[in-house]
């Protein structure tokens, strides 16, 4: 789980969003602009930031424009990752004012949302920075917009959790308890990864601390996910595991606690919110002649 984020503009999961949201979007024309704008009109726009926060997806708004036009020209003056106040301009840019037409509302809809994941993960990290505890996202993501959403989260300062049901065995509690219990769910994930030739990390989701207990009976395991403890509850289970395996703590925790869990000394901190029910951060691109 990398600390720095890379740009994911180009990848070819990106670039078919884009395609396919353009599809969405365009259709058979954007007949406003061809019905009242010369097709060879040249005009420049400006993202302007309305919003205190942290800037995420301005690679991918470039993207967007140079999908319908490849001769634009941008002027940078923000880059994925910066704080930005309200009044910043993240970029300005001259191109086919058709083109600009086109990307506008898709440019901001992705900006908007993944600066406003962004910027709740810096608050979430800035607020345990003193401590060892890393901030992870979760599975709860918009779907087929997971890479985008998840990237944010590193432009924020987090880290990514697994990406889907393919690259971990994570044991939640419907697993544990279809599979008759801690210790039966774990093991038969190890015979599994055994005999399927299969190099998987395993997570065991806990709800109490005797689960926890159970759990410490059938190491090794990568971590165990505390989930819906108390702060107290979750200094109680970090001090039973003892180092023997990473700690996760899930479930119930907000802005205003955050950091009585990261007090209770987790390795991470997984947080839904920061993909589930994020406000998106106000962008507009204003088109001048």
């Known amino acids: 789980m990398p600390k720095r984020f890379k740009d994911i503009s180009k990848h070819p999961e990106v670039i078919s969003i884009l395609m396919e949201a353009l599809k969405e979007d365009v259709g058979t024309g954007d007949h406003s602009s061809l019905s009242c704008i010369h097709a060879d009109k040249v005009s420049s726009a ?28 941008f002027t940078f003056f923000k880059k994925d990752g910066d704080k930005v106040k309200k009044g910043d301009i993240g970029f300005q840019v001259k ?26 993960t810096w608050e979430a990290a800035s607020l345990i920075k ?32 697994r990406h889907g049901l393919y690259d971990m065995i994570m044991l939640k509690d419907n697993h544990v308890d279809v599979a008759g219990g801690i210790v039966p769910a774990i093991k038969k994930a190890k015979q599994y990864l055994s005999d399927n030739h299969m190099d998987l990390e395993i997570e065991v989701e ?9 759990a410490l009976t059938a190491l090794p395991v990568q971590r165990i996910m505390l989930d819906n403890y108390t702060a107290d509850m979750t200094r109680q ?28 000394g987790v390795d991470f901190i997984s947080l839904g919110m920061l993909t589930h029910s994020v406000k998106s951060l106000d962008i507009s691109f204003k088109i001048k002649l």
């Not at 289970?237 to 007090?263: F, H, M, P, W």
Request: aromatic share 4%; hydrophobic share 40%; proline share 1%.
């Open 206 to 214: 806990t709800r109490n601390l005797d689960e926890v207990r159970q």
């Open 46 to 73: 400006k993202l302007i930031f309305k919003d205190q926060g942290i800037a995420a997806g301005i690679s991918i708004a470039k993207q967007v424009l140079m999908m319908n036009d490849r001769n634009c020209v």
């Open 130 to 161: 003193a401590y060892h505890t890393k901030i992870l996202d979760t599975r709860k993501t918009t779907p087929n917009l997971r890479i985008l959403e998840k990237w944010a989260v590193t432009v924020g300062g987090g880290f990514n959790h």
């Open 95 to 120: 191109g086919n004012a058709h083109s600009l037409l086109k990307s506008e509302r898709l440019l901001l809809n992705i900006m908007q949302r993944l600066s406003g994941i962004a910027t709740v």
């Open 237 to 264: 289970a970090v001090e039973l595991i003892a180092g023997r395996c990473q700690t996760e703590a899930s479930g119930g925790i907000t802005l205003d606690n955050i950091e009585d869990y990261a007090k209770a």
